[in-house]
């Protein structure tokens, strides 16, 4: 871009920088035209959706996998009834994080000895805690 005199300036840059902190940002729209738009999208209902699919998995897959590595477990009723405490909690219309979050530490503290079993817990951990906040 040049001036009356044939000077080229530089480019403005019309972006936005943010330094230190957490910054939540909703709509935001940042330049020469920019829009942003608010409203329902269709789209976060199919994730939770989908979130909610991929957690019945996860859970089935550590059944399973508690059913086939009972003899590893230190405990495995206790393991058994902590499985089925995050199961209820999830089931509830309002799931507690608090609750969610303890019977997630204990079923991975007691599923360290299996592997695969402490990876499915783990990855129910990331999901759980994602969607739900927990």
């Given at each position: 871009?040049?001036?009356?005199?044939?000077?080229i300036e530089p480019p403005v840059n019309n972006g936005l920088v943010i330094k230190g902190g957490t910054h939540y940002v909703g709509n935001q729209a940042i330049g020469h035209?920019?829009?942003?738009?608010?409203g329902s999208?269709?789209?976060q209902q199919q994730a939770g959706d989908e979130a909610a699919a991929r957690t019945a998995e996860l859970?089935?897959?550590?059944?399973?996998l508690l059913e086939e590595n009972r003899d590893a477990l230190a405990d495995p009723d206790a393991?058994?009834?902590?499985?089925?405490?995050?199961?209820?909690?999830?089931d509830e219309e309002e799931p507690q994080p608090g609750?969610?979050?303890?019977?997630?530490d204990r079923l991975t503290?007691?599923?360290?000895?299996?592997t695969p079993l402490a990876v499915a817990v783990g990855e129910l951990s990331v999901m759980v805690r994602g969607v739900l906040g927990a």
């Open positions: 871009m040049g001036n009356d005199d044939g000077r035209r920019a829009q942003a738009f608010s999208v269709s789209f859970l089935a897959l550590i059944e399973r393991t058994t009834r902590e499985l089925r405490r995050l199961r209820e909690e999830l609750v969610l979050r303890r019977a997630l503290a007691f599923t360290q000895p299996v």
